[in-house]
Nanobody
Framework: QVQLVESGGGLVQPGGSLRLSCAASASIGNFYAMGWYPQAPGKQRELVATITTRDSTNYSDSVKGRFTISRDNAKNTVYLQMNSLKPEDTAVYYC?????????WGQGTQVTVSS
């Protein structure tokens, strides 16, 4: 069973930055894609950023130009650099990893953007 552990969340003022980390218990090279899914209270989990094993990235329109997803294969970790944060970015951010047969989720990390 693969475990994903997110960290780096917290309280930040509007316009601030945070970097989230997702550490996997197995080689992230096993997953053809990894991504970040925020879930705000009362809303569905939504995909905002993905990265493939070939380092191809994709972003939702809501975060394009503000968030950057990256991966460090040596550390088995995926990152989400979040800049110019807005109150509407407030959510629990979940890390996701997909292999050919399985999908894995982390426990989530809370991001709160408020003055």
């Amino acid at each position: 069973q693969v475990q994903l552990v997110e960290s780096g969340g917290g309280l930040v003022q509007p316009g601030g930055s945070l970097r989230l980390s997702c550490a996997a218990s197995a080689s992230i090279g096993n997953f053809y894609a990894m991504g970040w899914y925020p879930q705000a209270p009362g809303k569905q989990r939504e995909l905002v950023a993905t990265i493939t094993t070939r380092d191809s990235t994709n972003y939702s329109d809501s975060v394009k130009g503000r968030f950057t997803i990256s991966r460090d294969n040596a550390k088995n970790t995926v990152y989400l650099q979040m800049n110019s944060l807005k109150p509407e970015d407030t959510a629990v951010y979940y890390c996701n990893a997909r292999s050919q047969f399985f999908t894995y989720w982390g426990q989530g990390t809370q991001v709160t953007v408020s003055s």
